[in-house]
Structure formats: C-alpha cells, structure tokens
C-alpha cells in the first residue's frame, strides 16, 4: 500500500511561483517512476509531469520550460516547481505513483491562479 500527501498549493498571481511536495510512505519510493497530474473544473485529469526511477522527466507541453519535477529519494518526496504561473494552471494537482501496474493517487492540493 502506498500513501501520498500532497501539500504546496494555494492562491497566487499571474507569474508566480509555487512549489508542491508530495510525500510517499512506500519505503521503496526510489524503485518506482512518479508524477504530477492535475484537473481543472469541467475537464479530465492530464498528466503534467513524470520523473522515472533513475530521474529521467517528461513534460506535457503546456509546461514546459515553466515547471520542473524533482525527487529526493532519502525523503521519499517528489516536488513540483511551478514558475511564471498562469490562470490556465488553475487545477486541483494529484501526486500519482504506479506500483506493479496500479496506480496509487494523491488526495490532491488545490492551485489557483488570478490574473
């Protein structure tokens, strides 16, 4: 069984920052790929960001260049650095780790952005 906590979120402005944590109980957190998804309101949850096991990271276009995904294995965490934010990003953000072919979801933490 794998808990995810989620934590970061919040109401900024048009260009600002935040950075979302997600903290993982699964002791072998570094064997497993993690990532960011994130639904705003009438639309389907989209993946935004993935860092694998060994670090690789793919982004969806729609943040590329604006926001990076980290991990620190001893801390069993995976961040989300959100820069020059955007009303569009608005969205509840889950943190999503697959394990042996399930997936293992986040409660989420809400980011919105005012322009």
């Known amino acids: 069984q794998v808990q995810l906590v989620e934590s970061g979120g919040g109401l900024v402005q048009a260009g600002d920052s935040l950075r979302l944590s997600c903290a993982a109980s699964?002791?072998?957190?570094?064997?497993?790929?993690m990532g960011w998804f994130r639904q705003a309101p009438g639309k389907q949850r989209e993946l935004v960001a993935r860092?694998?096991?060994?670090?690789?990271?793919n982004y969806a276009d729609f943040v590329k260049g604006r926001f990076t995904i980290s991990r620190d294995n001893a801390k069993n965490t995976v961040y989300l650095q959100m820069n020059s934010l955007k009303p569009e990003d608005t969205a509840v953000y889950y943190c999503?780790?697959?394990?042996?072919?399930?997936?293992?979801w986040g409660k989420g933490t809400l980011v919105t952005v005012s322009s």
């Open positions: 999503w780790v697959p394990v042996y072919g399930m997936d293992y």
């Open positions: 860092i694998s096991s060994g670090g690789s990271t």
């Open positions: 699964r002791r072998t957190f570094s064997d497993h790929a």
